[in-house]
């Protein structure tokens, strides 16, 4: 807050992490009593000297200047004793010259090094030299701001009182103890100190007061003591409405000091905040106990003080949390936000927003809330121009990011302008920026990231919108919007609507229909969509002619996509035989079989119930019961037949699907269509699938019960020969094994994949330590053995999906770069905990790694120092850990039918960035097509085919992909 606290602040300026530890209490209250007693008698000093004289006769009463000034004396005695320790000090200043030449050589090179930055501070102060301390600080402070603290205001107060002979002195000493006091005297463990301080202050000057009766009138001399005496009593009075800590022993003092019975108003405030101390009490403690930043214990601190909604304590809270955590964007946002909603003063805002810029400068929501910030409390136009054009050399992490700060901007810019007027001069600055930022895009982000960061053109869009809406400029939209289908956005069906729209508004039909003309032939994603709206528009505003030629065009292009579409699914048909060994087609065939039996055995029931309602419909009518009864007993009309039959979960049921393909195609053609309009027998089909699965498979029988002392391993080499003979030596290390059980295929081919039975729980818990161990080339996956029957939210995956602000993620990095050569680069920003090279299924690395530190302020500085590093000629990008969540597979049930609504595109259109084009859609989600073909009445109104969203869904389970194979 005022530029002598940073001039004249000393330890705790230069670190503004250390926190209240419990092991430094003690020496931190004795430097404060030495403080405020060197404070007390500098006061008295300075006032006396002020006084005139009565300082001569104070000296002769016995009142020496330096009585008791331990420090000094101190050093003064240690300057003036030789002995065996003036070599020793020798030598440690010139280490101290040596660790100080080698800081600042260290800073040239990166000035970004914030641990160098302190630790050459504190040196410089060892040897004295403050010259240097207050340029290293000033350098320091220009990159990165220096938080304030109960310590720093301490030492402010007691640099103020050198002034106090001055003109206006005391008025200015007392000016920063009462800033100290709005800063940090509600601050529960160090506000203390400042009050303290504040009133020996005021008591000196009581004192140093009583020797000036003699030199003034009696009446003049008693308004002056009586004064300066209310002044102690309302520093008394204000400090016992506060809870802090040890207010019992202040409230002592108060009744020790005054000579009048205290009121019982103040006493009455005293006892409140007694009370109230005891609610902050669990609070402090635990930020007592907890170990720095305590980011966690200040949140759930600064929730309860939000509760409670004292705006005083709410900013002290913040700016406590904020001097261990000052790297961490989300409380800078949290309090930035509370500011702006809440108090929204001026200078405290903007105050905050500039600190929080500068601690996080990649942080691009901080840069946003800035500017509008500066904008919403009236800030110079130019101000806020070179505040932006900071923003753009803060290095942010993303492409995103830069677009997300030029709209933040030129939305700004576009709310200066006055759209009433023809031309103005802010309506040409808001086109050059629109202009630039299209040009900084392209030149400086695509280079940097290999992607503009804005694939919609969502600047374009709001260009061409102002242009349109609010310049009634509808040809420079136009131009805009050819701009930005040439960008690669004319084949999706949305750019055009929302063109047309444009179109709609603010200009005319025959652009509205020229542009659907357009969309009908080039949008690849949704062109049933497109072609409807043409067909409506046409219906309600064209001609006849119009509407020929809309209906002509609609025709043949949709012809021409269902035409693709059928060659898509022919070419599937080639790849089956080869899909046939995929996993993911065999347990889809096998979910069709299951299906298909369960239709069959639901229509022989349905069937069954018809024939028996017939029979007692004979039996009713005199038949013979016994007749009756045997065809019941003939058709299955039990209740066991009515309910559908449960599928049995064998160990061996991974490789079934390989088993029952042959029988898959006896009975089934292509894609589950039936082969014969034949019913088979339930019996037949119970017959046929035992003997299926009786075909040489060894049967691995599990105890469920034996899960606990059980591990799953899997991602073990095919050609691995004997696996339980080779396994069970690395196993047996953790335990006792009981049995290795390999899992083989119908054929003998081992499955990949084992069960490990121990005869200790403890052992199985040690074997899962075993987990991506190296085996046979590759890394094997050990995992509890879980029925996920029973237990379907349980997930093996082991590692967080979380954002973790103190992991970075590093991509980009060559295959050949070790472990420990990442190590050694990561080390020189922080201390690394953890490093994990990602690597395939087979072992191979990925060229990405998660590197974990030991806090969130090394793993960021990390960030802006390592990011776009270059790494054996490869270009690396880091960023905080935050991996997307793992998607959970939906319900077949809840997906959407193929004819529903239309499915929003995703950024990269509806194939995604596939190699290929071809959509490997099953013919059974197509329906037969009215549009290639005229109606005898003339041609189809609407086509057949309405929808495409089946070749833009998303992934389907293997319950989806057998509904799809049995569609007739």
């Known amino acids: 807050m005022a530029t002598a606290a940073a001039a004249s602040a000393s330890e705790p300026e230069t670190d503004p992490k250390a926190g209240p530890e419990a092991e430094g209490e003690e020496d931190e209250a004795k430097a404060d009593r030495t403080r405020r007693k060197v404070l007390t008698r500098a006061v008295a000093t300075a006032a006396c000297k002020a006084m005139g004289p009565a300082w001569d006769e104070q000296r002769e009463e016995g009142v020496s200047e330096s009585d008791g000034d331990e420090e000094f004396a101190m050093a003064s005695s240690a300057e003036s004793s030789p002995g065996e320790d003036e070599w020793e000090y020798d030598e440690e200043e010139e280490k101290n010259q040596l660790e100080i030449e080698r800081l600042e050589e260290q800073l040239s090179i990166n000035v970004y090094d914030y641990n160098c930055h302190v630790d050459l501070i504190r040196l410089l102060r ?19 701001p220096l938080t304030e603290g109960p310590n720093i205001w301490l030492e402010y107060g007691q640099y103020s009182v050198g002034g106090i002979g001055q003109k206006g002195g005391l008025e200015k000493v007392r000016s920063v103890f009462e800033r100290a006091l709005s800063s940090v005297g509600l601050h ?51 400090q016992l409405a506060i809870p802090l800590y040890d207010m019992e022993a202040t ?192 030149q400086e982000v695509e280079e940097r990231f290999n992607e503009s960061g804005d694939p919609s053109c969502m600047i374009m869009q709001n260009w061409a919108r102002i242009e349109a809406r609010l310049c009634n400029n509808m040809q420079k939209a136009r131009e805009l919007w050819d701009s930005i289908m040439t960008k690669g956005n004319a084949k999706y069906a949305n750019m055009w609507l929302e063109y047309y729209n444009l179109e709609r508004a603010h200009g005319d039909t025959q652009h509205c229909r020229k542009a659907l003309h357009r969309a009908v032939q080039c949008t690849s994603d949704y062109p049933e969509h497109v072609c409807e709206v043409l067909l409506t528009m046409e219906r309600t505003e064209g001609t006849l002619e119009d509407w020929d030629i809309a209906v002509q065009k609609t025709e043949t292009r949709l012809a021409r996509v269902n035409e693709q579409r ?20 065999q347990a ?12 069959e055995k639901a229509e022989h029931r349905k069937r069954a119930r018809a024939e028996k309602k017939a029979l007692k419909k004979k039996v009713a009518r005199g038949a013979d019961k ?21 599928r049995r979960k064998l160990e061996n049921s991974v490789p079934a699907a390989a088993e029952e393909a042959p029988d898959l195609e006896e009975e089934m053609g292509l894609f589950g269509k039936s082969a014969s309009a034949d019913v088979t027998p339930p019996s ?40 339980d003979v080779k396994l069970r030596p690395l196993f047996e290390a953790c335990g006792e094994v009981v049995e290795v059980r390999p899992i083989f295929s119908n054929r003998g081919d081992f499955r990949g994949y084992c069960y490990v039975e121990f005869k200790e729980e403890k052992s199985a818990l040690q074997a899962l330590q075993l987990d991506r161990k190296n085996v046979g080339g590759r890394p094997m996956f050990v995992s509890p053995c879980v029925d996920k029957s029973k237990n379907p939210d349980f997930k093996v995956f082991r590692y967080s999906t979380a954002l973790e602000k103190h992991k970075l993620f590093i991509s980009g990095l060559p295959f050949s770069c070790t472990k420990e050569e990442l190590e050694e680069i990561c080390k020189a920003h922080g201390t690394v905990k953890d490093i994990r090279l990602v690597t395939n299924r087979a072992g191979k690395p990925k060229g990405l790694a998660y590197v974990e530190y030991e806090n969130e302020s090394q793993a960021s500085q990390a960030v802006m120092k390592m990011d776009g590093m270059t790494i054996k000629e490869n270009v690396i990008k880091v960023a905080i850990s935050n991996p997307p969540q793992r998607k959970v597979p939906e319900k077949p049930e809840a997906r959407k039918a193929p004819g529903g609504p239309n499915v929003p595109r995703q950024i990269y259109g509806a194939r995604g960035k596939g190699r290929t084009q071809l959509s490997l859609l099953p013919r059974a989600l197509h329906r037969p097509s009215a549009t290639g073909a005229q109606a005898e009445n003339g041609p189809a109104l609407k086509p057949a085919v309405t929808t495409s969203e089946a070749t833009e869904a998303p992934k389907m389970s293997n319950a989806d992909f057998a509904k799809l194979l049995l569609r007739k």
Not at 566 to 585: D, I, N, Q, T
């Open 588 to 599: 889809a065939e096998k979910e069709a079989t299951l299906a298909q039996q369960e239709e």
């Open 626 to 646: 016994r007749k009756a009864d045997d065809a019941e007993k003939e058709w299955g009309g039990g209740d066991e037949e009515e309910q559908p039959s449960k």
């Open 126 to 144: 060892l040897e004295g030299e403050l010259t240097k301390v207050r340029v290293a600080r000033q350098k320091m402070s220009e990159i990165f």
């Open 684 to 723: 037949k089909q119970k017959e046929r699938a035992a003997a299926a699965l009786k075909r040489d498979v060894p049967k691995v029988p599990h105890d469920s019960s034996k899960d606990s002392v059980t591990v799953f391993v899997s991602n073990l080499p095919y050609s691995m020969e004997e696996p």
């Open 251 to 442: 409230f002592a003092e108060y009744e020790e000091w005054s000579e009048d019975p205290i009121p019982e108003s103040v006493i009455q405030s005293y006892h409140k905040a007694l009370q109230q101390l005891e609610k902050y009490k669990p609070y402090e403690e635990a930020l007592l106990e907890a170990e720095a930043p305590r980011l966690a214990e200040y949140q759930a601190y600064i929730d309860f003080e939000m509760k409670i909604g004292d705006p005083a304590r709410i900013q002290l809270i913040f700016e406590r949390a904020l001097v261990e955590n000052c790297l961490v964007p989300d409380l800078w946002i949290r309090y930035s936000q509370y500011l702006d909603r809440q108090l929204k003063v001026k200078d405290l805002v903007l105050s905050v927003h500039n600190r929080a810029v500068r601690n996080c400068p990649w942080t691009v929501a901080l840069w946003s809330r800035y500017l509008l910030a500066m904008e919403r409390h009236g800030v110079d136009h130019h101000v806020i121009v070179v505040t932006f054009e900071k923003a753009l050399s803060a290095g942010f992490i993303q492409a995103t990011d830069y677009v997300e700060i030029w709209q933040a901007y030129l939305d700004y810019l576009r709310r200066r302008v006055d759209f009433k007027q023809d031309s103005s001069k802010e309506l040409e600055e808001l086109r050059s920026a629109f202009t630039r930022a299209l040009e900084y895009l392209k």
């Open 188 to 238: 529960m463990t160090k506000g203390l100190a400042i009050w303290e301080a504040y009133r020996e202050f005021e008591n000196a000057i009581v004192e140093a007061a009583r020797p000036m009766a003699g030199f003034l009138s009696p009446f003049d001399w008693e308004q002056t003591f009586d004064s300066q005496l209310e002044k102690v009593h309302s520093l008394f009075r204000r």
């Open 566 to 585: 059928m060659k898509a699914v022919e070419c599937v048909s080639l790849l089956r035989p080869v899909m046939h060994h995929m996993p993911l087609f």
